[in-house]
């Protein structure tokens, strides 16, 4: 292709609009209204059934509790109201949840509406986008195929990290692609900002797509290149101010005042940061985590599932994301070739760059990881995928006079539906009809797509709207389920729970390590959903655990799947037990103390009191140190030490955890409450 077709010189060549105008000259009266529809219409939709979530991820609810009772435990992201220890990433993403449960109470809506609201402002950002140098359609497309990824519903209405990280880095491309078009130095600067904020919701991750962003701006902003250096090297000086305060903070704080950083074997958020969130990752080699360091399996396989090119589209991942990642990534080749011979400068190839940049450095680093990788990571990608398909498809339907431009768009409508085939075939119990007519829809489609433009509009619009439905009908009907299913946990999937299928070496038959209810855990299993309901939806009659503020799990039962022994989910919290740890609970800086994040989160949700976890989420970091803990309780600042957290209270040997643990057992009186045990940490053994 070439671009001296009217409709690609428009597109390669076309002026940059004022800032202010943020409508294109010549968009029907109709744009606005349906733009404000859909966005509407993806919040109302995340909102639906969202309480059945529950507490969703306990570990981080706990720290949004104690956020919303202590400003200090607000400003480090602790996990108890007593500042024992911290989560394991920065807080920026527990501080709208913080403040929102400040200001309503303590329950699921609280928690959870302002992951609803990301959502809807990452929707409108990439509509603002989009829009910009491509149609009102391109930008309208991109928000549904957004709104319609499985992973997406998913993380956007579960109380993880990666919802304000998707809104960020989509805001993040949004400015570099403003700086393009003038070279004007402010946008570059709130670029670096929403990097560096960014920074302070998940760390390194944050900085993924900074090569293809920078790259694109350096090569393709109409400005002197000397001006573009300059412009990037303030842009990440902005980048290091907005992300480094927090640590600096952190790191120059007296360390006997400050919570213990979770997740660091030394205290150190920079440890943190580099070492178990960083290049641990990548190598596996991550210390403090399960089994210790280098468990990851290296590239190939290992616990959290196979690694290499095809990751994004096997058994694990395929149904959260990659149902439109073959066709953004044939859109993406396409729209680099009508606009290949633009000028340099040209800002429509620098959006395809930018973002196709953006989705190919996330998802190969996603891919070849050999450490901690989750299904719901890919959110990350959903916002790329979506702008490539909405870009990608305007500039196809404007070129398709050409025979070779209606060749592309009918090939990449067609192979979506026989892809879309290959996922749903994976559940072949889910809606089989389903199976049979995308890849028929789509294949109609696709040989519609290839008519001649002269034939007239309504065969047109008509081909088009049957491959909008057959591209879009297995993940719509994906996100359905995830919209109609409660989600808790560490580790949750999107869609149908036959298809949460993770991370154990063996493949489709290995055993779950997380699915649609909140996380199988590690086998031995659970009944599907993890909650002991299909889809892990909140048992009829569930209610409110008794003056709690998340729904109740009959007693006895796991919440959130039972995995690993409480290290990937908490425990039920009966009334009895909350009776008695509440029972002189403002005597104590702490009402109790348990081994583990997830176990000591529970109580806490339960009892609005502290609880110490000790050893941080894994129960391997060492904090406190047996000394410290007996000093703590000699000082009388903890009353009740609850048994059985973090793979049954042993999690990591013979290290800090496990000397408490057998300390506390040798020293102080058990109690025992349905099946649940304590020690009474101010009545000693005889």
Same mark, same amino acid.
């Given at each position: ?15 940059? =609009? ?76 527990? /501080? ?93 600067? /709130? ?32 400005? =002197?290149?000397? =001006? ?111 606009? /290949?011979?633009? =000028? ?11 973002? !196709? ?58 192979? *979506? ?15 089989? /009809? ?26 047109? #619009? ?39 299928? *993770? ?27 993890? #909650? ?32 690993? !022994? ?121």
């Amino acid at each position: 292709m070439t671009t001296h077709h009217p409709t690609a010189e428009a597109l390669a060549a076309g002026p940059a =609009r004022p800032a202010s105008d943020d409508r294109r000259p010549g968009d029907p009266s109709w744009v606005r209204p349906v733009l404000l529809a859909l966005l509407l219409a993806t919040g109302l939709a995340y909102l639906w059934n969202l309480s059945a979530s529950g507490s969703a991820n306990s570990f981080y609810s706990a720290a949004v509790q104690a956020g919303s009772q202590s400003w200090k435990a607000f400003f480090f992201g602790s996990l108890d109201a007593g500042n024992a220890i911290t989560v394991d990433k920065p807080p920026a993403a527990l /501080w709208p949840m913080a403040l929102s449960v400040r200001l309503f109470g303590l329950n699921s809506w609280a928690v959870l509406v302002p992951q609803v609201l990301m959502g809807v402002g990452t929707a409108a950002v990439l509509y603002a986008a989009v829009r910009r140098r491509f149609s009102a359609l391109a930008g309208l497309l991109a928000v549904v195929v957004l709104a319609l990824t499985p992973v997406a519903a998913l993380m956007f209405r579960f109380n993880n990290p990666d919802a304000l990280l998707a809104l960020l880095m989509t805001t993040a491309v949004y400015c570099v692609l403003r700086a393009v078009e003038d070279g004007r130095t402010k946008w570059l600067a /709130w670029a670096g900002a929403a990097v560096g904020l960014a920074f302070l919701a998940k760390t390194l991750q944050a900085f993924l797509i900074l090569p293809p962003l920078a790259l694109v701006y350096a090569v393709c902003a109409p400005v =002197r290149l000397r =001006r573009r250096l300059g412009q990037l090297a303030l842009s990440a000086a902005v980048m290091v101010v907005v992300g480094g305060w927090w640590v600096a903070a952190v790191e120059l704080w007296p360390a006997s005042s400050r919570p213990y950083v979770g997740g660091s074997q030394h205290n150190s958020f920079l440890e943190l940061t580099f070492g178990y969130n960083g290049f641990g990752r990548l190598s596996g080699d991550e210390t403090g985590s399960v089994g210790g360091g280098g468990r990851g399996g290296g590239p190939g396989g290992g616990m959290f599932g196979e690694s290499g090119v095809t990751r994004m589209f096997g058994d694990s991942v395929g149904g959260q994301i990659a149902w439109l990642l073959p066709a953004a990534l044939l859109l993406l080749a396409a729209g680099l070739a009508v606009t /290949w011979r633009a =000028r340099r400068a040209d800002p429509a190839r620098a959006a395809f760059l930018a973002w !196709g940049g953006a989705l190919l450095t996330t998802a190969g680093v996603f891919s070849f990881m050999a450490g901690i990788f989750h299904q719901y990571y890919t959110v990350a990608l959903a916002p790329y995928l979506a702008a490539l398909v909405g870009m990608g498809t305007a500039v196809l339907w404007e070129e398709r006079a050409r025979i070779a431009a209606r060749a592309a768009l009918a090939a990449t409508v067609a192979g *979506t539906g026989v892809w879309s085939y290959v996922l749903l075939d994976r559940t072949p119990d889910y809606l089989p /009809w389903l199976r049979w007519a995308v890849p028929a829809g789509g294949l109609a489609a696709g040989a519609a797509l290839l008519l001649p433009p002269r034939l007239g509009r309504l065969p047109a #619009r008509l081909a088009a709207g049957l491959a909008i439905l057959a591209c879009l009908g297995g993940p719509a009907a994906y996100t359905l389920t995830t919209l109609n299913s409660g989600h808790t946990g560490s580790i949750v999937t999107a869609g149908p729970a036959e298809a949460g299928r *993770t991370g154990m070496p063996g493949g489709r038959g290995a055993p779950r390590f997380g699915e649609s209810g909140g996380g199988r855990g590690m086998p031995g299993g659970q009944l599907p959903g993890g #909650r002991g309901m299909p889809g892990g939806a909140t048992p009829p009659g569930g209610g409110r655990a008794p003056g709690g503020a998340f729904p109740a799990l009959p007693e006895g039962a796991g919440r959130g799947g039972g995995g690993m !022994g409480g290290l990937l989910d908490g425990a039920q919290v009966s009334a009895k037990a909350k009776a008695m740890l509440e029972q002189d609970a403002g005597d104590y800086i702490w009402a109790a103390a348990s081994v583990g994040s997830q176990n000591a989160a529970s109580y806490q949700l339960a009892t609005e009191k502290p609880v110490m976890a000790i050893g941080g989420f894994n129960g391997t970091d060492p904090s406190p140190t047996l000394a410290q803990f007996k000093a703590y309780v000699q000082q009388g600042r903890i009353h009740w030490f609850i048994a059985g957290g973090g793979m049954g209270g042993r999690m990591g040997g013979n290290g800090t955890a496990a000397q408490i643990t057998s300390w506390v057992e040798q020293m102080y009186q058990k109690v025992t409450v349905g099946s649940a045990t304590f020690y009474d940490l101010t009545a000693p053994q005889a």
